[in-house]
C-alpha cells in the first residue's frame, strides 16, 4: 500500500515507530506500507494467520492511510477506479465510480512528492 509522506510521519508519531519500520521506498522514491513476515499481511494488521480471509484488526485504524481508507478501490491502466481482483470481499462493495477515481488520482499526485 503507497503512503504520503505526510501519513508517515502521522503513523511514526502514532505508533511511535520509526519509518523504516512500518514502510519502504520503491526505486520510485513512493513510500510503501511493509507486510509482516509471518502473517504477509501489513505490519499495522493484528492477526496470527497468514490467510487472506483470516480475520484480523487495523492497529492504526484511526489513524489509516487514504489508500487503506478506499481499497479495495484501485485505479487501473486506464486510470479507471475498480475492485482489486486480489481482495477476497470485493462482493461487499459497490462498483466504484468517477469520484473514486479523482480520489485516487490526488493521491497518486501527493504519493510523487
Same mark, same amino acid.
Given at each position: 500500500?503507497?503512503?504520503?509522506?505526510?501519513?508517515?510521519?502521522?503513523?511514526?508519531?502514532?505508533?511511535?515507530?520509526?519509518?523504516?519500520?512500518?514502510?519502504?521506498?520503491?526505486?520510485?522514491?513512493?513510500?510503501?506500507? *511493509? @507486510?509482516?513476515? +509471518?502473517?504477509?499481511?501489513?505490519?499495522? &494488521?493484528?492477526?496470527?494467520?497468514?490467510?487472506?480471509?483470516? !480475520? =484480523?484488526?487495523?492497529?492504526?485504524?484511526?489513524?489509516?492511510?487514504?489508500?487503506?481508507?478506499?481499497?479495495?478501490?484501485? *485505479? @487501473?491502466?486506464? +486510470?479507471?477506479?475498480?475492485?482489486?481482483? &486480489?481482495?477476497?470481499?470485493?462482493?461487499?462493495?459497490?462498483? !466504484? =465510480?468517477?469520484?473514486?477515481?479523482?480520489?485516487?488520482?490526488?493521491?497518486?499526485?501527493?504519493?510523487?512528492?
Amino acid at each position: 500500500m503507497p503512503i504520503t509522506a505526510v501519513e508517515a510521519s502521522r503513523l511514526t508519531r502514532r505508533t511511535g515507530m520509526a519509518e523504516d519500520q512500518f514502510c519502504s521506498k520503491d526505486e520510485n522514491g513512493i513510500r510503501r506500507l *511493509l @507486510n509482516n513476515q +509471518d502473517t504477509r499481511a501489513c505490519v499495522f &494488521l493484528a492477526t496470527s494467520s497468514d490467510l487472506p480471509s483470516a !480475520p =484480523g484488526i487495523c492497529s492504526v485504524y484511526d489513524s489509516r492511510p487514504l489508500g487503506c481508507k478506499t481499497y479495495p478501490v484501485i *485505479l @487501473n491502466e486506464e +486510470d479507471l477506479a475498480i475492485l482489486d481482483d &486480489l481482495c477476497p470481499y470485493t462482493e461487499s462493495f459497490d462498483e !466504484p =465510480g468517477e469520484d473514486d477515481a479523482h480520489i485516487l488520482l490526488n493521491l497518486e499526485e501527493k504519493l510523487k512528492r
